[in-house]
């Protein structure tokens, strides 16, 4: 879908891209503008003479494993790098910072404009909106997604927390099951995941207050939303000189 996208946008254009360790598919070199490549942890040896020909690397594969080596090898060949992988940890997520120090990273769980909005006016409820009213995140993906909750829930969670000086860690319950021993304290976040049939991506934040309920909702309606924002992304990446950690809301000046 992003090759495709490129085919129609003047100012950008695919250097090459890999989709597996054994098929490596050339979309075509016009201005040798970017890289977008999806190979699994164990296929990095071809990716240095890759990047020469590209200005910004784009990675949009789902195994959290290889993202890393991938991106260090970009950071020593100095070349921006925007990460769409979701699941990662911790501990990989630092590890990525750190290789921010010396290149332009941008990551985002979600590329849709809308929902780079919609973490803004999250951020803007939970920050304005007293604690008593209780928040609770529902999303919704197709029954082949793997991980839970997904990452565009998590950047909504971690919104959430920035606004309330709180931490994921104890604020968070993932779904509920049995009696409890007490109501549901207000600084909680409850987060719901479904998964069946097709469903693209849906995310709604609910603050519940006492004689009132505020609900943001975003609803994917396809993926070219996601393949849209990404190049996005691209161009406004492709401009950034300066080394650093960069976020949706950087490319949208919402920040």
Not at 19 to 33: F, L, S, V, W
Not at 175 to 182: F, K, N, V, Y
Request: aromatic share 6%; glycine share 6%; charged share 20%.
């Amino acid at each position: 879908m992003v090759a495709e996208l490129t085919k129609t946008d003047p100012e950008i254009s695919v250097a090459t891209g890999i989709e597996n360790p054994t098929k490596a598919d050339q979309y075509g070199r016009i201005r040798n503008e970017v890289l977008i490549i999806f190979p699994p942890k164990d296929h990095l040896e071809n990716i240095s003479d890759l990047l020469k020909s590209a200005d910004v690397f784009l990675i949009f594969h789902n195994d959290p494993e290889a993202v890393v080596p991938q991106t260090a090898i970009a950071a020593q060949c100095k070349v921006a790098t925007i990460i769409a992988t979701t699941g990662l940890s911790q501990t990989q997520l630092n590890e990525l910072r750190k290789l921010s120090d010396g290149i332009p990273i941008l990551q985002a769980t979600n590329f849709s404009l809308g929902v780079t909005v919609l973490n803004h006016l999250v951020n803007l409820a939970a920050k304005f909106l007293p604690l008593n009213y209780q928040t609770e995140i529902i999303e919704e993906h197709h029954s082949r997604k793997l991980d839970a909750p997904s990452g565009t829930a998590q950047t909504l969670i971690q919104a959430i927390c920035d606004a309330r000086f709180s931490s994921p860690e104890f604020a968070v319950c993932c779904g509920r099951q049995g009696r409890s021993d007490a109501p549901r304290p207000n600084g909680q976040i409850g987060v719901h995941s479904i998964r069946a049939g097709n469903i693209t991506g849906n995310h709604e934040v609910v603050f519940a207050g006492p004689a009132e309920v505020l609900r943001l909702r975003h609803e994917a309606q396809g993926p070219e939303f996601f393949a849209q924002g990404a190049l996005t992304a691209v161009k406004w990446l492709a401009r950034q000189e300066k080394p650093g950690w960069y976020m949706m809301e950087d490319v949208l000046g919402l920040k």
